[in-house]
C-alpha cells in the first residue's frame, strides 16, 4: 500500500518539477524584487575567515555589499572583506549580497560560518552521526560545521532525516496519502538548511572522480572527467547553491499543493486499478497550480547560466555563446520564468473536456494511427487558442530577449557546430552567416504557415499521407496466396485490382492536398525568400561534399550549375508553376484524374471480372484511356504556354551544352543539340497528337485511332 501511494506521488512529483524547472533549480525567493530588466550580479563567492576578518573575492559591477550575520543585516561595505571582532559569540554565520549601480542585487553567496572552536563541532557531529549508525569521515563534519551546522542542530536535522527514512522502510507507518502528507510535513518542520549537507556531499564526491580521471583510458573519458573537475574548481560554491536551490524549489511547490491533492490521491489509489480520468485531471490541475504559484526565482536561474556558461567556456575554451550566457544570464532566466509561466497555463487547458473528446476520437476512429493524427490535430487546435488567448505573454517571451541577443545566439551555437566540425576533420569551413540568419527567418515564417495549414485542414495531409502508406501486400509463399489490405485503415481487398484502384484513388487525393499545402504555404513566400531557402540548402550540400575525401568535384559543379540555373530564372518558373496549378484548378483535374481512374476500373471488372490483373489486354485501355485524359488537360495549357515551355527548353540545353563543353557531363555538345532537336521533334509532334486525342472516346475507339495511340506510346517510350 505504501509503495504504490508513494509511488504514484513520486511520479506525478518527479514528472512536472522536471517539466518545470529541469536543471534550472531555484525556488522562489521572498527578497527578489520585482524584475525590471536589470542583469543580476553575481554572488559573491570564496568566503573565508581568518582572525574574525571576513574576506571573498571581489565581483565585477558591484561596488557595494551586504554583509549578514545570523540571518540579518549587520553591515554595507565597499570593500571585499569585514571586520567582525566587536561581534560577540563563539557560532556566527555570514554570507553575502553584491550591490552596484545599474544592477540588481546578486543572490546570497554560499553561508560560512565562525566557530571559536570548529574541532569540537565537528566531533560533536561525528558522535551523532555514529549513534545513529551514519558512516563519514571527518571531513564531512568539519564541512558541515564551516556551513554553520552544529552538533546539536545536526542532532535534531539527522533525527528528522532518520525518521522520514525509516517509515519509508515499514510498509505500516504510511496507510493513505494523509499519513504520507503528516510524514513530509513533520520533515519540513525541521526546516533543514540544505546548503551545508549538498557541500558536504559535493566535496566527497570530489576523490572517487578525482580515482575516475587516474584510470581513464580513452582520451575523451580523461578529457570529460577532467572538465568535470574543473567546473568543481571554478564553480564549486555556485554548483552547491544551484543544487541547494532545485531541492528547495521542490518543497516550496509541494507546500503549495492543497489539501485537496492527497484526498485526490486516496480516491486515485483507492480506485483499485480503474481507470479515473476525473481524479487524475483533478490532481494535474493541483499540480499545475502549485507550480503556478511558485514560479522559479531569476536570481537562482541567472546563477545556473553562470555555471552553464562556466562549463561551456571550459570545453571550447573562450566561447562567445559562453559570454552570452554569462553576460545575459538574467534575461535569459527571465525568458525561462515566463515560458515556465506559459507551458503551465497551457497544461491548464487540457482538461476533462478535452481528454474526453480525444477520447471520444480513438473510441471511434477504427484506424489508431489516423486517431492518432487526429488527435493530434485537436492538440495543435488547443494551441492555437491559446496562443491567441495568451498573447501578451507570448510577446513578453518573444520581447525577453533582444533581436541581437537572438542573433547572437543563433550565430553562436551555428559558430560551435562548425568548430566542432573543423575539429574532427582538420580543416577549415567558411559559411556564410548572414545565409543562415535569412534561412532561419524564412522558415520559421514557413512553420508558422504550416502549422496554421494544418489546423484549417483539419490534417487532411497528414493524414492521407498516413493512409497511402497504408496500403500492403503480403505474399503466403506456403499457401501461395496473395493478401491485399490496407494497415492503416484496416480495410482488406478481395483483389489486387480492387487494391490498387483504392490505392490510386487516396494517391490522387493526397496529389490533390499537397497542392492546397503548397498553397497555403510555399506559394505564400516572395522569390527571394525561397531562394534564402535553395541558397542555405546547396551552402550545406557544397560543405558536406567537401568533408568527403572521396568527392566527386564535377559532379558538385553539375549540380551547383542546374540549381543556379533554377535560381535565375525562379520567378519566371514559379509563375509557369502557378499557371499549371490554376488550370488545373479550372479544369478539375483531380476530378477528372479520380473518374478516369474509375473508368478504367470498372472497364476491367466489366470485360475480365473483379479478379483482374490490369494486364489482360496488355494495359491497352488503362493507358489509352489515360492520355486521352492527359491529352485534354495539358494540350489547352501547353498551347497558352508554348512561348515560355520552348524558352525553358532552349535555356536547360544551353546550360547542358556549356557542361558538356567543358567536360563536366559524359557528353559532347553534338550529341546534346542531337537530344535537343529530338525533343523539339517530339513536343511538336506530341501537340499534333493531343490535339488529336482529346476528342477520343476510350470506350468507341476505331482501330486507325489505337493505332494513333500505340504509335504515341511507342515513341514515348
Known amino acids: 500500500m505504501k509503495k504504490k501511494l508513494l509511488l504514484v506521488f513520486l511520479l506525478i512529483f518527479t514528472l512536472f518539477t522536471a517539466a518545470g524547472c529541469g536543471l534550472f533549480g531555484g525556488g522562489g525567493d521572498e527578497n527578489e524584487e520585482k524584475y525590471e530588466g536589470l542583469e543580476y550580479l553575481a554572488s559573491p563567492v570564496n568566503l573565508q575567515i581568518k582572525n574574525k576578518v571576513l574576506s571573498w573575492d571581489a565581483v565585477e559591477n558591484a561596488t557595494k555589499y551586504e554583509v549578514y550575520v545570523n540571518g540579518k543585516k549587520k553591515a554595507t561595505v565597499s570593500e571585499t572583506s569585514y571586520d567582525f571582532g566587536s561581534q560577540k559569540g563563539d557560532f556566527l554565520t555570514f554570507y553575502v549580497i553584491a550591490v552596484g549601480p545599474d544592477y540588481s542585487n546578486s543572490a546570497k553567496s554560499l553561508t560560512i560560518a565562525y566557530h571559536a572552536d570548529i574541532a569540537t563541532v565537528a566531533a ?182 553562470r555555471i552553464f556558461a562556466k562549463a561551456i567556456e571550459m570545453i571550447v575554451d573562450e566561447n562567445e555563446l559562453s559570454e552570452l550566457f554569462y553576460d545575459s544570464a538574467t534575461q535569459f532566466a527571465n525568458m525561462n520564468v515566463l515560458q515556465f509561466e506559459l507551458f503551465f497555463k497551457l497544461l491548464e487547458e487540457f482538461d476533462l473536456d478535452f481528454y474526453n473528446d480525444a477520447l471520444e476520437i480513438t473510441e471511434t476512429q477504427t484506424s489508431k494511427e489516423l486517431a492518432e493524427i487526429e488527435v493530434f490535430v485537436l492538440v495543435l487546435k488547443k494551441v492555437d487558442d491559446f496562443l491567441d488567448e495568451n498573447e501578451e505573454l507570448v510577446n513578453e517571451i518573444d520581447a525577453a530577449l533582444t533581436a541581437e541577443q537572438k542573433e547572437k545566439l543563433m550565430l553562436s551555437m551555428l559558430r560551435l557546430q562548425y568548430e566542432l566540425l573543423e575539429n574532427m576533420y582538420g580543416v577549415e569551413i567558411e559559411f556564410d552567416e548572414e545565409l543562415y540568419l535569412d534561412f532561419v527567418a524564412v522558415m520559421n515564417l514557413l512553420g508558422e504557415k504550416a502549422f496554421d495549414y494544418i489546423i484549417e485542414s483539419d490534417g487532411a495531409l497528414l493524414l492521407l499521407s498516413a493512409e497511402l502508406a497504408g496500403f500492403e501486400i503480403h505474399y503466403d509463399y506456403y499457401n501461395h496466396t496473395s493478401y491485399y489490405f490496407n494497415d492503416v485503415t484496416n480495410v482488406e481487398y478481395d483483389y489486387f485490382g480492387e487494391w490498387a484502384y483504392a490505392r490510386d484513388l487516396v494517391s490522387v487525393d493526397c496529389l490533390a492536398e499537397l497542392v492546397n499545402a503548397y498553397k497555403a504555404t510555399v506559394a505564400e513566400l516572395t522569390d527571394e525568400q525561397i531562394l534564402a531557402i535553395i541558397d542555405y540548402f546547396m551552402a550545406n550540400f557544397e560543405m558536406a561534399w567537401s568533408l568527403d575525401e572521396y568527392q566527386d568535384e564535377t559532379f558538385v559543379e553539375v549540380i551547383t550549375s542546374f540549381v543556379g540555373l533554377a535560381t535565375e530564372n525562379l520567378g519566371d518558373l514559379r509563375a509557369l508553376f502557378d499557371e499549371l496549378l490554376a488550370h488545373a484548378e479550372e479544369t478539375g483535374f483531380f476530378a477528372g484524374l479520380k473518374a478516369t481512374l474509375t473508368q478504367i476500373h470498372e472497364h476491367y471488372v466489366d470485360e475480365f471480372g473483379p479478379d483482374y490483373q490490369g494486364d489482360e489486354d496488355n494495359h491497352d485501355y488503362e493507358e489509352n484511356t489515360m492520355i486521352i485524359f492527359l491529352a485534354k488537360f495539358l494540350e489547352p495549357f501547353y498551347t497558352d504556354n508554348e512561348t515560355k515551355i520552348e524558352e525553358f527548353i532552349d535555356i536547360f540545353f544551353d546550360r547542358f551544352a556549356e557542361l558538356a563543353e567543358e567536360g563536366l557531363i559524359d557528353a559532347t555538345v553534338e550529341e546534346v543539340e542531337e537530344i535537343r532537336s529530338e525533343l523539339e521533334a517530339w513536343v511538336e509532334d506530341a501537340l499534333d497528337y493531343f490535339a488529336e486525342f482529346k476528342t477520343y472516346d476510350p470506350d468507341n475507339l476505331t482501330p486507325d485511332q489505337k493505332d494513333r495511340l500505340t504509335e504515341f506510346r511507342s515513341n514515348l517510350q
Open 124 to 305: 560533536g557531529i561525528l558522535g551523532a552521526a555514529e549513534e545513529l549508525e551514519w558512516n563519514f569521515d571527518e571531513d564531512f563534519a568539519r564541512e558541515l560545521a564551516k556551513r554553520g551546522v552544529t552538533a546539536e542542530k545536526f542532532a535534531l536535522e539527522a533525527a528528522a532525516i532518520d525518521a522520514l527514512t525509516t517509515a519509508l522502510e515499514n510498509d505500516e507507518q504510511i496507510e493513505n496519502a494523509d499519513d504520507l502528507k503528516e510524514l513530509l510535513d513533520e520533515f519540513l518542520d525541521a526546516d533543514i538548511d540544505l546548503e551545508p549537507y549538498v557541500s558536504a556531499i559535493l566535496l566527497a564526491l570530489r576523490p572517487s572522480l578525482e580515482d575516475s580521471y587516474d584510470r581513464a583510458t580513452s582520451p575523451q573519458e580523461k578529457e570529460a572527467l577532467g572538465e568535470i573537475l574543473g567546473l568543481y574548481d571554478a564553480e564549486y560554491e555556485n554548483l552547491v547553491l544551484a543544487v541547494a536551490n532545485a531541492i528547495e524549489y521542490a518543497f516550496d511547490v509541494y507546500t503549495a499543493l492543497s489539501e485537496d491533492f492527497f484526498d485526490l490521491l486516496d480516491e486515485l489509489n483507492d480506485s483499485n486499478g480503474v481507470e479515473d480520468a476525473e481524479t487524475l485531471f483533478a490532481i494535474k490541475d493541483e499540480i499545475v497550480d502549485a507550480f503556478l504559484d511558485t514560479l522559479p526565482s531569476r536570481r537562482d536561474l541567472a546563477l545556473v547560466y
